[in-house]
DNA sequence: CGGTTGATGTCACTTGGTGTCATGAGCGTA
DNA sequence: TACGCTCATGACACCAAGTGACATCAACCG
């Protein structure tokens, strides 16, 4: 028998999110959390760095999938179309979570300390797929403009899927929001 | 005689700057901040709601700078257009602040903690601008894909306006920034 | 002159976050 | 079987951010 109850991140998560989403986040203690996952305070802080940061653990994975496709993308491609080949791979990978992500984004969307660790996650995000631009030969601030275009596509899309009037998959709602940057952006 | 020194915000700002700069900021109390400026900690709470937002006070008056560029704009410009115009504007603003906004980045590059604040600022921002410009009637999506590169754009031109490397000016370097953003997305 | 206002001080309190040491089941090894 | 090591967790003390409640007292106003 395992002296501890096992998956004591994932135990963590789930409390918080359950927890965060009933009283909110302001009014919701880590200790309330620790308990409710049969752990100590101390002990949510061995897994996560705050209290914030228990929402974003997927952030290092869905780095990694965009650095990948990006450099997966065919050779010819410029920058803009690699960022789009990497969009379609990430919308799918998001496709079956949509309302796990839903929840999660209403949490986020009630509490502005959230939002800025949602977007010093984005922000994360977009050096990294600006470095993997680079690693194509794309040079700066080319890049740079890139890869934050990118990333606010993606984030234009997310915040149309998530809607829950929403019907369209967040494939096709990255590649409208491409399209429609595209349309703004040409003389 | 007054009771009070004047302008305790002013003061509290001014020593937050110097100790942040010195110590950094995690090794800075906001108790520390208000001995220099003559005050209590309590006093420093009154006039900022946190121990960041000390290096922020100036942004309302940017977000209204930028509304206000982009509402006077000419009425057949496009979106990127009045946006490309209030970036003039702005920029001019900012011209002979060099030194102390380079102080400023520099104390916030070298915390997550300021960079967060500084992110969900410059969101704020653009969710003004694309509020002026859809008053100028620009839709959805479309007002904030413009918004966001708007800002997107300002951004990657301050960064390199404020390295000690950097001779141009920042409106020459927006105008250079928005200018490689529309080679990127031509088609 | 007396009352009001408003910026500040004082104090107690909650909570996020950390450093340090103790605990004890599982596991390998003699 | 016994010994000792590992490592996730608990226990405890502590600091600093941030808040609520009440006190203070110069300036101002009728």
């Known amino acids: 028998m395992p002296r501890w109850q096992p998956d004591a991140p994932g135990r963590l998560q789930q409390a918080a ?22 752990l100590t305070k101390r002990t949510f802080f061995r897994h996560f760095a705050d209290k914030r940061e228990v929402l974003f653990s997927g952030s290092e994975a ?23 080949a990497a969009l379609d791979a990430v ?35 977009a050096g990294a797929v600006a470095d993997a631009l680079r690693r194509r030969g794309v040079g700066d601030p080319a890049a740079m403009l890139a890869a934050e275009t990118t990333i606010t596509v993606f984030r234009v899309a ?21 399209h429609e940057l595209r349309a703004i952006t040409a003389h």
């Open 17 to 38: 999110l359950t927890l965060y989403a009933e009283r909110g986040f302001d009014s919701t203690t880590v200790a309330e959390i620790a308990e409710h996952a049969g």
């Open 158 to 178: 997310f915040e149309r899927w998530v809607d829950p009037a929403n019907r369209k998959d967040l494939r096709r709602l990255t590649r409208e929001s491409l």
């Open 62 to 84: 869905l780095e990694e999938l965009f650095v990948t496709e990006i450099g997966a993308a065919d050779e010819s491609a410029g920058p803009l179309d690699a960022a789009a």
């Open 91 to 125: 919308a799918s990978a998001f496709e079956e979570r949509r309302e796990l992500a839903a929840r999660r984004q209403q949490i986020i969307a009630a509490n502005p300390e959230l939002q800025e660790r949602e977007l010093i996650k984005l922000a994360s995000l």
